[in-house]
C-alpha cells in the first residue's frame, strides 16, 4: 500500500475510534438508569464492552451501541461516520467549503452593520495612505514599484532609488476591441464571426478611458498586456493613483482596490476579494460598495497566480469579471504569453519604448550618465547585435542600463546585464550607503547562493511565489552558514531584490519582480543541466496535444507555455557557448520555439549545424498538420524572429 494510502486509512481509524468513544459516552448518559439498577446482577459497561483488557472491539461497540440505546445510538453513529467522511474526503472538504461560505454569507447578513460615520472615516483613512504612500523604488526595475499599500519610504539621497514620479515615463499602447457579429449561414443556421478593433493610445490613461462606441462608457473590465518586464505594474499603479486622487475629490467615483494576484492561493474571487478588503479597511464591505457605491479592482499579476488549478482558477476570474454590476470598473494585468484568451477582455498591449522615451527615461533615472548610455545603446544598434537596444525598449531592461556606468561598454544578454546590476547594487550597499549593511566577499557569495536556493523553490511552486517569513528565513541557510538568515533577509530588502508584505500575519515576502526571481532560479537551473540534471520537465509542453474551438469561429487557444521559459533562456545566457548550444538542442526535442529563444536571446556563438537543426525543426512543425495550430503559430513566430530578432 502506498505510504500516502496507509496514512490516510491509519488517521481514520484513529478518528472513528474517537468518534466511537464519544458514542460510549453519549450511548451511557442515555441508557435508562433504572433497568440498570433494577438488574439483580449489573451488565457490563459499554466502555468495559468496547475496551475489554485495553484492546478496542468495533464491531462489539457498535452492537453494544444498538442494544443500549436503539435508534438514538444508531442515529449518533450514522453522524460520526458522515463527520469522518466530510472531514477526510475531498468530497466532503468541498462541501466543507460550500457551507463556509453560506454560514458566512448568513452571519454577515446578521451581524451589526458598521456605523455609516465609521465607515466613511476608516475609508478616509485609507485612501489618505493610499495617497501619501510612496513606492519602495527597486533598483533593478521601474515595473514593480511598490506593493499593495506600501508606505515605507526611502531617501532620495540614494541616486539609485529616485522616487517614482520623478522618473515615470507614460508608454503607448494598443486597445484591441473584439467585435462579434452573427452571420446568417444556410438562412437558418447562426454562427458568430470575430474581428479585431485596433487603436493606438499615446497614454494607457487615455486608452483606459476610451468610450465604447457600442455604449458611450468606458469598459467595465480590461486586460493589460505586455511582455517581461514591460512595464505593467508601474503602469497599473500610476493609474491607482489617478484614480485615489479623483475618488478624495469625488466620493461617486469608484474606490480603487489595488491587489496583487499572488496572494489567490485558493477560494472564489469574491471570496478573496472580501478578506482583501476586510485586511486593508478594517471591516466587512466589500459586497456593499460592489452592488451601491463601485470599485475599481487594479488586479496585478494574473499569470503569478499558483499554477495548481491555474486555468481553473482563470475561469473562476472571468465569470466574476463579466458578471460586475454597472458602476465597477477592472483593469487586470497579465504577461501576454501566458494570457492566451483566458479572460475574453478588451485587451490593451504596451508598446515598447521608442528612441524619445528612451532618452527622457535616462535623463531623468541617471542625467549624470545619460549621454554616455545612449550612445552606447546606439553603437549598439548600429553596428552591434542590437540586443541592447532591444532591451532598452522594455522598462525593466532600461532600469538595468541605467544602473551601468557605461564605461565598461554593454554586456551581451540578459542575464550578464543583471549579474552588472545586482553586483553593482550589493557595492553601493556595502561601500557607499549610510548605514549599510557591512558584509565581505565570502558572505556576498553566500548571498548568492542564498537567493538561488529561495528563487529554485519558489518558481518549482509558481510564478513570483510568496513566502512565509519564517520559511524563507529556513531556506536562506539551508545552502550556506556564512550569513545568517536575518542578515541576508535585510541584505535582499535593502537591495530591493525582495520586498516584505507586513500586513500579513505572518510576514510575507516576495522577489520584488518576477523577473528577478526566474534569474536567480536560472543559476540553479544551469548547475543543475552541466551536472546532467534531468530537467525536460521544466520546458517540456503539450506540442502535439489537440484542444478544439468550440465553433468555426470561434477563439484559438492560447500556445502551449511552460513556467520556467524565461529562466530557461536565462540559464542559457549563463553558460558558456558550447552548453548553452547543449541546452537548446536539449530544448528543441520538447519545445522548439524556446530552444529558438536560447540560440537567438543567449548572445552566444552557436554553431551552424545546431542552428539549422533549430530552424528545420521550427518550419517542419510549422508544416505539420498533426502539430495543434496555436503551436504551429508560435512556431511561426520563432521562425520569423530569425529575421527580426526580439529580446
Not at 473584439?178 to 478593433?197: A, D, N, P, Y
Not at 466589500?286 to 487594479?298: P, S
Not at 510568496?466 to 541557510?477: G, H, M, P, Q, S
Not at 529563444?597 to 556563438?605: D, T
Request: glycine letters at 6%; proline letters at 6%.
Amino acid at each position: 500500500m502506498p505510504a500516502g494510502v496507509c496514512c490516510t486509512a491509519v488517521g481514520a481509524e484513529n478518528l472513528m475510534r474517537k468518534v466511537l468513544i464519544f458514542l460510549v459516552i453519549c450511548s451511557s448518559i442515555l441508557m435508562p438508569v433504572s433497568a440498570r439498577a433494577q438488574a439483580p446482577t449489573p451488565p457490563p459497561t459499554l466502555l468495559e464492552i468496547c475496551y475489554p483488557e485495553g484492546k478496542f472491539h468495533p464491531a462489539e461497540c457498535a452492537k453494544a451501541v444498538w442494544e443500549a440505546t436503539g435508534f438514538g445510538g444508531v442515529a449518533l453513529l450514522a453522524l460520526g461516520v458522515l463527520a469522518i467522511y466530510l472531514f477526510v474526503s475531498p468530497t466532503g472538504k468541498a462541501f466543507q467549503t460550500w457551507i463556509g461560505e453560506i454560514a458566512g454569507n448568513w452571519l454577515r447578513t446578521l451581524s451589526k452593520p458598521t456605523p455609516i460615520e465609521e465607515v466613511q472615516r476608516r475609508e478616509a483613512e485609507y485612501l489618505k495612505e493610499l495617497e501619501n504612500s510612496e513606492t519602495l523604488h527597486n533598483h533593478e526595475e521601474d515595473v514593480a514599484r511598490f506593493d499593495a499599500y506600501l508606505s515605507a519610504l526611502y531617501s532620495d539621497e540614494n541616486p539609485l532609488k529616485p522616487s517614482e514620479d520623478k522618473i515615470f515615463v507614460d508608454l503607448e499602447s494598443d486597445l484591441s476591441i473584439e467585435q462579434r457579429i452573427g452571420l446568417s449561414i444556410k438562412s437558418e443556421t447562426q454562427q458568430t464571426k470575430s474581428f479585431v478593433e485596433l487603436k493606438t493610445f499615446p497614454s494607457l490613461a487615455e486608452a483606459v478611458n476610451y468610450a465604447d462606441e457600442r455604449t458611450g462608457k468606458p469598459f467595465s473590465a480590461l486586460a493589460l498586456l505586455g511582455e517581461p518586464g514591460a512595464g505593467k505594474s508601474t503602469l497599473l499603479r500610476q493609474l491607482a493613483r489617478q484614480a485615489v486622487r479623483e475618488r478624495v475629490e469625488d466620493v461617486s467615483k469608484p474606490l480603487p482596490l489595488f491587489v496583487s494576484l499572488s496572494e489567490h492561493q485558493g477560494g472564489s474571487p469574491l471570496n478573496f476579494l472580501r478578506q482583501h478588503w476586510k485586511k486593508k479597511l478594517g471591516f466587512d464591505g466589500f459586497d456593499n460598495a460592489l452592488a451601491q457605491e463601485g470599485i475599481w479592482l487594479f488586479l496585478d499579476g494574473l499569470n503569478e497566480m499558483p499554477s495548481a488549478n491555474y486555468y481553473g482558477r482563470v475561469g473562476e476570474w472571468k465569470s466574476f469579471l463579466s458578471g460586475l454590476p454597472d458602476g465597477n470598473r477592472a483593469l487586470i494585468a497579465c504577461r501576454v504569453a501566458d494570457y492566451g484568451r483566458g479572460l475574453d477582455l478588451p485587451r490593451l498591449t504596451i508598446h515598447p519604448m521608442n528612441e524619445e522615451r528612451i532618452r527622457q527615461f535616462l535623463n531623468k533615472r541617471a542625467p549624470d550618465r545619460a549621454e554616455i548610455l545612449w550612445n552606447a545603446l546606439e553603437k549598439d544598434r548600429d553596428e552591434e547585435s542590437g540586443r541592447m537596444y532591444e532591451l532598452a525598449q522594455i522598462p525593466f531592461w532600461l532600469v538595468m542600463i541605467s544602473s551601468l556606468s557605461g564605461k565598461e561598454g554593454l554586456p551581451r544578454n540578459r542575464a550578464h546585464l543583471l549579474d552588472k546590476s545586482i553586483e553593482r547594487w550589493l557595492d553601493y550597499e556595502r561601500n557607499v550607503r549610510i548605514g549599510g549593511l557591512k558584509v565581505d566577499d565570502e558572505q556576498c557569495e553566500a548571498f548568492h547562493k542564498a537567493m538561488v536556493h529561495l528563487a529554485w523553490k519558489g518558481l518549482s511552486r509558481s510564478q513570483n511565489y510568496t513566502f512565509d517569513i519564517n520559511k524563507a528565513r529556513r531556506l536562506f541557510v539551508a545552502k550556506q552558514t556564512a550569513l545568517q538568515a536575518d542578515t541576508a533577509l535585510e541584505l535582499a530588502k535593502n537591495c530591493n531584490l525582495l520586498l516584505t508584505i507586513p500586513p500579513e500575519k505572518p510576514i510575507k515576502t516576495r522577489f520584488h519582480h518576477q523577473l528577478l526571481q526566474e534569474y536567480f532560479a536560472a543559476h540553479e537551473l544551469a548547475r543543475r543541466f552541466l551536472a546532467n540534471k534531468g530537467l525536460s520537465r521544466l520546458w517540456k509542453v503539450p506540442w502535439r496535444k489537440w484542444k478544439f474551438v468550440k465553433s468555426e469561429w470561434g477563439p484559438l487557444p492560447s500556445p502551449p507555455q511552460t513556467d520556467w521559459a524565461e529562466a530557461v533562456v536565462l540559464a542559457a545566457g549563463l553558460l558558456s557557448s558550447e552548453n548553452a548550444e547543449r541546452l537548446a538542442l536539449a530544448v528543441l526535442a520538447y519545445n522548439p520555439p524556446l530552444a529558438a529563444r536560447c540560440i537567438l536571446e543567449s548572445g552566444a556563438q552557436i554553431g551552424d549545424p545546431a542552428t539549422e537543426k533549430v530552424r528545420a525543426r521550427l518550419q517542419a512543425d510549422l508544416e505539420n498538420p498533426r502539430v495543434r495550430l496555436p503551436a504551429r503559430l508560435a512556431a511561426g513566430k520563432a521562425w520569423q524572429n530569425w529575421a527580426t530578432p526580439v529580446y
